[in-house]
């Protein structure tokens, strides 16, 4: 089958191992099963896996993709829970220490066919479209868990999302204002200031801007290139959720302006199955689309890849397969 993979690893030039080519279709076993994929949706994940990120050797040769939407066994419309957590863990997925993304240890969603346990699967309402159902289990979960999870922000707060365009940015802004959420954002570019104002910020500031008034909490994915603006930008009080490092680890950590303003630093990571269903039902009964930059062919995934990798994108690049 057609799938989009690497056989190694390369830490400063992740394009030149990426692979478009033949694969053997997976093999479910057990409580698994085999979803014929219909879209999937590019993460920075299958980027840090092509330089070697939490990809090491003796797991290659490995499929990308954490996300897929597609059509079960047994005809049913399906969207896939990429966290996938130990057979004998009981609680909230995202907390087993064992757990893996799909494309971690087990063969990922860039291929006509994917194996997922059975459990993992969310039924796809008929609002969403296969596309737009593939944007949600990695960067569209992320921004929910971020927020109404880890972040408890409520509306008529105040958040700053660091970056305005990537995936997890920009359904932080859509998520958050929906909610009622006042959502200020900084981006690197004014092009990407306005597309972040027409989906839903309420201003836009370049970066380590200083902003009008301290917030109730920042959404922080960039590390070290916005960690210091974001500690500045909180209230005392206030929270600062990470889920994210695109740009590296941050120093210095500010430890002496956390204590003072005893502000609150909380890490996030994906979110649960039952946290996807409401995600679902949240962009169902509110009318909420991702916003999707470009849909392509699995077989043209180069092109979604370049993009990512030079820091133009405005939302979502979504691959479609069978
Ligand atoms: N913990 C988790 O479960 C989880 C889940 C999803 C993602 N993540 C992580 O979150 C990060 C974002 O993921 P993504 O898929 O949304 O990536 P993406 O679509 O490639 O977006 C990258 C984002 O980073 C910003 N950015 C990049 N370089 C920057 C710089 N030098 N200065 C300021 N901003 C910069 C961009 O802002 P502009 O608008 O200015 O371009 C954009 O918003 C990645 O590191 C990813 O691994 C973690």
């Known amino acids: 089958m057609l799938a989009v993979y690497c056989s190694e690893t390369d830490s400063d030039d992740p394009l030149r191992v990426l692979t478009i080519g ?12 085999t979803i014929t994929v219909k879209a999937a949706s590019l993460n920075h994940h299958d980027l840090w896996s092509l330089r070697g990120v939490g990809l090491p050797d003796d797991r290659l040769p490995m499929i990308l993709g954490c996300d897929a939407a597609g059509i079960d066994e047994q005809g049913n419309e399906v969207i896939v829970h990429s966290v996938i957590a130990d057979r004998d863990w009981g609680g909230d997925e995202t907390l087993d220490p064992r757990r893996s993304l799909l494309s971690e240890r087990h063969q990922g969603t860039f291929a006509e066919r994917v194996a997922v346990p059975r459990r993992n699967l969310v039924p796809k309402p008929p609002q969403l479209s296969f596309a737009e159902a593939a ?4 960067a569209w979960l992320t921004a929910y868990r971020m927020l109404f999870i ?8 105040t958040v700053l999302v660091q970056g305005a365009t990537g995936g997890v940015a920009t359904a932080l802004t859509v998520l958050g204002s929906r909610a009622g959420i006042r959502v200020w954002v900084t981006a690197r570019s004014a092009h990407k200031r306005e597309q972040a104002l ?9 970066p380590g801007a200083r902003v009008p008034e301290r917030v109730d909490a920042v959404m922080e994915t960039v590390g070290k290139a916005t960690w210091a603006h974001s500690i500045r930008s909180l209230k005392p009080g206030g929270t600062l959720v990470l889920s994210g490092a695109t740009t590296g680890d941050a120093t210095p950590a500010q430890l002496s302006r956390i204590f003072f303003l005893q502000l609150s630093v909380v890490g996030s990571t994906m979110g649960t199955r039952e946290e996807l269903e409401r995600l679902v039902q949240m962009l169902v009964g509110r009318s909420i689309r991702p916003a999707i930059q470009q849909t392509i062919p699995l077989a043209r995934a180069r092109e979604g890849f370049e993009s990512m990798l030079s820091g133009e994108l405005l939302g979502k690049i979504v691959f479609t397969a069978s």
């Open 22 to 33: 033949d694969r053997p279709p997976p093999e479910a076993s057990d409580d698994w099963t």
């Open 135 to 138: 944007c949600l289990p990695t």
């Open 150 to 157: 880890r972040g408890r922000v409520v509306p008529g707060m």
């Open 198 to 206: 027409a989906i839903g910020a309420d201003q836009a500031f370049e």
